[in-house]
């Protein structure tokens, strides 16, 4: 099992930026996909942001694009999520996720960081 470590979180207002990090407790290179999800208060989970490691492909949600970024640093074992021009729709618990295959499909989750917009 994977342990992910998410920071970055916090109160912002609405236009500003954040970065989101996820550090892994094992090497990047062993996981296939690693992405962020966030959950708003009374929402189904969704997907914001992912990143396929040995390919290096990205998608993105379309209610981010063009806001959000994802990227890593793999002497880190770490991924972030850079996030401009911040809705108050954007306001939720963000996670981050590891997808691992071997033989079949493994996830794991970090413990979640709340990102508030608000003025």
């Known amino acids: 099992q994977v342990q992910l470590v998410e920071s970055g979180g916090g109160l912002v207002q609405p236009g500003g930026s954040l970065r989101l990090s996820c550090a892994s407790s094992?090497?990047?290179?062993?996981?296939?996909?690693m992405g962020w999800y966030r959950q708003a208060p009374g929402k189904q989970r969704e997907v914001v942001a992912t990143t396929t490691i040995h390919g290096g492909g990205t998608n993105y949600a379309d209610s981010v694009k063009d806001r959000f970024t994802i990227s890593r640093d793999d002497a880190k074992n770490t991924v972030y999520l850079q996030m401009n021009s911040l809705k108050p729709e954007d306001t939720a618990v963000y996670y981050c996720?590891?997808?691992?295959?071997?033989?079949?499909?493994?996830?794991?989750w970090g413990q979640g960081t709340q990102v508030t917009v608000s003025s």
């Open positions: 996720n590891a997808k691992r295959y071997r033989g079949r499909w493994s996830d794991d």
């Open positions: 094992e090497s990047i290179f062993s996981i296939n996909v």
